[in-house]
T-cell receptor
Framework: DAGVIQSPRHEVTEMGQEVTLRCKPISGHDYLFWYRQTMMRGLELLIYFNNNVPIDDSGMPEDRFSAKMPNASFSTLKIQPSEPRDSAVYFC??????????????FGSGTRLTVV | GDSVTQMEGPVTLSEEAFLTINCTYTATGYPSLFWYVQYPGEGLQLLLKATKADDKGSNKGFEATYRKETTSFHLEKGSVQVSDSAVYFCALSSYYNQGGKLIFGQGTELSVKP
């Protein structure tokens, strides 16, 4: 299994531009999570999906952030327009439904976003 | 709501020293407990877990015991190596609360010097 695949690994963009982060979960995993990690705020859960349906987006910082999961093998996190304070490492993670309380999550390697 | 509290870092140790990173939790029901490790530039990896009281999780020389009476899950290693330098996260998951979401502590940075 290739694990959770995120792309790109690094993204540098100018303020005001649209940024799209991508994630491919592990096949068969029903849950998908988007996290943001910064030095100041640590690890924050932004949104999570179950069977492609958003369950809890209360962690999404504002309307500039949106996330979709059009099918079981792909999800995107979009920031439009981007701002320098969005600079962070964004992680995607997935988990199987039946034992998500026992196995924990599998994380991707993250996307390091820098907004200048 | 459920929460996890870890000891603050950074923790700096010499090689072969004994490691303890404290973790306590607050949860309703009977959560599963986890330790994740994040090496520089990488994502979080599951290090070990315990799913019920008195269980001991172990991996790569690290151990943690699920103590329900003290609501703790302290991480220990008898002899650390430079390669153990990383950030360690304690986490809990409660199937019957919050939909099984993982609740993370703030992370503890460990630096091991030769």
């Amino acid at each position: 299994d290739a694990g959770v695949i995120q792309s790109p690994r690094h993204e540098v963009t100018e303020m005001g531009q649209e940024v799209t982060l991508r994630c491919k979960p592990i096949s068969g995993h029903d849950y998908l999570f988007w996290y943001r990690q910064t030095m100041m705020r640590g690890l924050e859960l932004l949104i999570y999906f179950n069977n492609n349906v958003p369950i809890d987006d209360s962690g999404m910082p504002e309307d500039r952030f949106s996330a979709k999961m059009p099918n079981a093998s792909f999800s995107t996190l979009k920031i439009q327009p981007s701002e320098p304070r969005d600079s962070a490492v964004y992680f995607c993670a997935s988990s199987p439904y039946r034992d998500r309380g026992l196995s924990g999550y599998t994380f991707g390697s993250g996307t390091r976003l820098t907004v200048v | 709501g459920d929460s996890v509290t870890q000891m603050e870092g950074p923790v700096t140790l010499s090689e072969e020293a004994f490691l303890t990173i404290n973790c306590t939790y607050t949860a309703t029901g009977y959560p599963s407990l986890f330790w994740y490790v994040q090496y520089p530039g990488e994502g979080l990896q599951l290090l070990l877990k315990a799913t019920k009281a008195d269980d001991k999780g172990s991996n790569k020389g690290f151990e943690a015991t699920y103590r329900k009476e003290t609501t703790s899950f302290h991480l220990e290693k008898g002899s650390v190596q430079v390669s153990d330098s990383a950030v360690y996260f304690c986490a809990l998951s409660s199937y019957y609360n919050q939909g099984g979401k993982l609740i993370f502590g703030q992370g503890t940075e460990l630096s091991v010097k030769p």
